[in-house]
Nanobody, 128 residues
Framework: QVHLVESGGGLVQAGGSLRLSCAAS????????VGWFRQEPGKERELVTA???????????FYTDSVKGRFTISRENAKNTVYLQMNSLKPEDTGIYHC??????????????????WGQGTQVTVSS
């Protein structure tokens, strides 16, 4: 069983930066894909970015168009942690950011139903 814990959310002014962390435990050698979803009130969870995670292999990434050039996802295998660096934040980036993990590693899944494990989420609020 994989357990995910997010941290790093908060309140920031537009143009500012935040770094979110997702610490994973229970990860096996078979690898995982880890994604960050954003959820706004009354809306479905939307995949913001994802990174494949396989030991001894290079990773691939996905970014939704609205965050390309501003957000960077990275992983630190030794700490079983995935980071989301968010720069040039905009008010529309506001939401609860959930870290999620999928056992699908041969491609990057996009839909929430393809992710098996979820963190509780961390609030990101960007003021204008």
């Amino acid at each position: 069983q994989v357990h995910l814990v997010e941290s790093g959310g908060g309140l920031v002014q537009a143009g500012g930066s935040l770094r979110l962390s997702c610490a994973a435990s229970g990860v096996t050698d078979s690898g995982l894909t880890v994604g960050w979803f954003r959820q706004e009130p009354g809306k479905e969870r939307e995949l913001v970015t994802a990174i494949s995670w396989e030991n001894n292999k290079g990773s691939t990434t996905f970014y939704t168009d609205s965050v390309k050039g501003r957000f960077t996802i990275s992983r630190e295998n030794a700490k079983n942690t995935v980071y989301l660096q968010m720069n040039s934040l905009k008010p529309e980036d506001t939401g609860i950011y959930h870290c999620a993990a999928s056992t699908i590693t041969w491609t990057l899944p996009r839909m929430p139903g393809s992710f098996d494990f979820w963190g509780q989420g961390t609030q990101v609020t960007v003021s204008s």
